[in-house]
């Protein structure tokens, strides 16, 4: 039988208190990024039924603050170990493959997160200078997601790689 997957921080009592508020805030200001886009789909319905005009631009609300979600709540489930995860095979090696699969994995991961960070340096800036339709609001703040979702994503990842490699290589007791 497989195991249960770990939920939470593994060692709760060890992690820096510091860090766990701010993942957990990242938690909250996803909630609230998913308010403010509920609120602005209802407001823009509730319009169009009464037969009025929506105001310009209140379209453009959900989908530049859906790219910010994605990234923040990717962020928090990352630290709490809740994201998706197909662990069939990985269930079925030892507790050393299943570490260096999680290193291997987590490794990937922080590469190719690095890359997006060294990617944005120039999309982030060239999207600066384009403004969206509707609220004539510059696009490189809805672009800032992908690397500043990518560093929050990278902690987390650290974490668990230096946890994996000290699974797979145990010191003597």
Same mark, same amino acid.
């Given at each position: 039988m497989a195991a249960a997957p770990e939920s939470g921080p593994p060692d709760a009592d060890r992690e820096s208190p510091v860090w766990r508020r701010v993942y957990d805030g990242l938690g909250h200001v996803g909630g609230a990024i998913l308010a403010i886009m509920t609120v602005?789909?209802?407001?823009q319905v509730v319009m169009r039924f009464l037969g009025r005009s929506p105001i310009d631009g209140i379209d453009e609300i959900p989908r530049y603050l859906f790219v910010w979600l994605v990234m923040i709540g990717a962020a928090s489930a990352m %630290?709490?170990?809740?994201h998706t995860v197909l662990d069939y095979f990985v269930n079925l090696l030892g507790p050393r493959?299943? *570490? *260096?699969? +999680?290193?291997?994995?987590?490794? +990937?991961?922080i590469l190719f997160l *690095? %890359?997006?960070i060294k990617l944005s340096w120039v999309?982030?800036?060239?999207?600066?200078?384009q403004t969206s339709a509707g609220l004539e609001l510059p696009l490189g703040y809805v672009f800032a997601a992908i690397p500043v979702g990518s560093a929050l994503l990278i902690l987390p990842m650290l974490r668990n790689l230096i946890q994996a490699v000290k699974s797979i290589w145990p010191r003597p007791s």
């Amino acid at each position: 039988m497989a195991a249960a997957p770990e939920s939470g921080p593994p060692d709760a009592d060890r992690e820096s208190p510091v860090w766990r508020r701010v993942y957990d805030g990242l938690g909250h200001v996803g909630g609230a990024i998913l308010a403010i886009m509920t609120v602005a789909v209802f407001f823009q319905v509730v319009m169009r039924f009464l037969g009025r005009s929506p105001i310009d631009g209140i379209d453009e609300i959900p989908r530049y603050l859906f790219v910010w979600l994605v990234m923040i709540g990717a962020a928090s489930a990352m %630290y709490r170990r809740e994201h998706t995860v197909l662990d069939y095979f990985v269930n079925l090696l030892g507790p050393r493959g299943r *570490a *260096a699969t +999680s290193a291997f994995v987590n490794l +990937s991961g922080i590469l190719f997160l *690095a %890359y997006l960070i060294k990617l944005s340096w120039v999309l982030v800036p060239n999207a600066q200078l384009q403004t969206s339709a509707g609220l004539e609001l510059p696009l490189g703040y809805v672009f800032a997601a992908i690397p500043v979702g990518s560093a929050l994503l990278i902690l987390p990842m650290l974490r668990n790689l230096i946890q994996a490699v000290k699974s797979i290589w145990p010191r003597p007791s």
